[in-house]
């Protein structure tokens, strides 16, 4: 009995312990984590992303609704959450997004491309994208927000996007040694699978076992539309490939979201 106690503290334990990290390394939410973080430790800890991603969500879908609840337009409501959502990350996922529209639009060459994308400037292709990126966003809770499932699509939205990152590190090789993405390791089979398993709960509890499965089916085509693009243009991912992944995703549950209410 008390071997069985002592098994699940520590497995709590490790879990507050990647749900910690997790949070560090994907918001500006100031937590203090003594000492350095390994790329193990790093690595280990991207199980929890959809649970941060659910944690965006919430907060964003809490700014969407109050625009609702005092009289703004449904247009500006959506671009309060998607907002909110950027601030709290700290535009990590829009970075990856333009970094990764302006390397792959903006050169032919291999080498070109990627540094392209570790240049801190904003081309063309990187402006367009993120256009685009709050846009759609922004116009599908137009409709969500009003219909009153904002507090329900958006935690499904930040939760299942950000599910598949682990999978998508497993499956491709890294384009380059240096920068955020190859920080991590490659991931183990027990953090894909918990990270694709929590995502997939959400996914399922927020939206019902029908639309749950055309969800997930969305979003894991999007992301193997991104890793494809990504193998051709650079030969692997980088962390930018991950963000630009990370909002694809995104777009697309929220795009399908407003597909299947009408």
């Not at 590190?169 to 990270?195: D, I, K, N």
């Not at 399922?204 to 243009?233: C, D, E, F, K, P």
């Amino acid at each position: 009995m008390r071997q069985n106690e002592a098994a699940l503290r520590a497995f709590l334990s490790d879990w507050l312990c990647d749900l910690k990290l997790s949070i560090i390394f994907f918001t500006r939410i100031p937590l203090a984590q003594p000492g350095e973080i390994t790329p193990k430790a790093l690595t280990r800890a991207l199980r929890a992303a959809p649970l941060v991603g659910g944690l965006v969500g919430l907060i964003a879908a809490g700014a969407g609704v109050l625009g609702w609840t005092l009289g703004l337009p449904p247009l500006v409501c959506g671009l309060l959450a998607v907002g909110a959502s950027m601030l709290l990350t700290g535009c990590l996922h829009e970075d990856g997004l333009t970094d990764v529209a302006d390397g792959f639009g903006g050169a032919f060459q291999r080498d070109r491309k990627l540094e392209i994308m570790k240049d801190s400037r904003t081309g063309t292709y990187g402006a367009a994208a993120l256009f685009l990126s709050i846009g759609l966003r922004a116009a599908a809770l137009s409709v969500l927000i009003p219909a009153g499932i904002a507090w329900a699509a958006l935690p499904l939205a930040h939760a299942a996007s950000r599910a598949l990152i682990p999978g998508i590190m497993a499956v491709t090789p890294q384009a380059r040694s240096s920068g955020l993405g190859a920080y991590h390791l490659e991931p183990e089979r027990r953090v894909v699978v918990a990270a694709l398993i929590l995502g997939a709960l959400v996914t399922l509890v927020l939206a019902g076992l029908g639309n749950a499965l055309i969800l997930l089916a969305l979003a894991a085509t999007g992301a193997a539309a991104m890793r494809t693009l990504a193998l051709r243009q650079i030969g692997g991912y980088t962390g930018d490939v991950l963000g630009a992944t990370q909002q694809v995703g995104e777009i697309t549950l929220l795009l399908g979201l407003t597909v299947l209410m009408s």
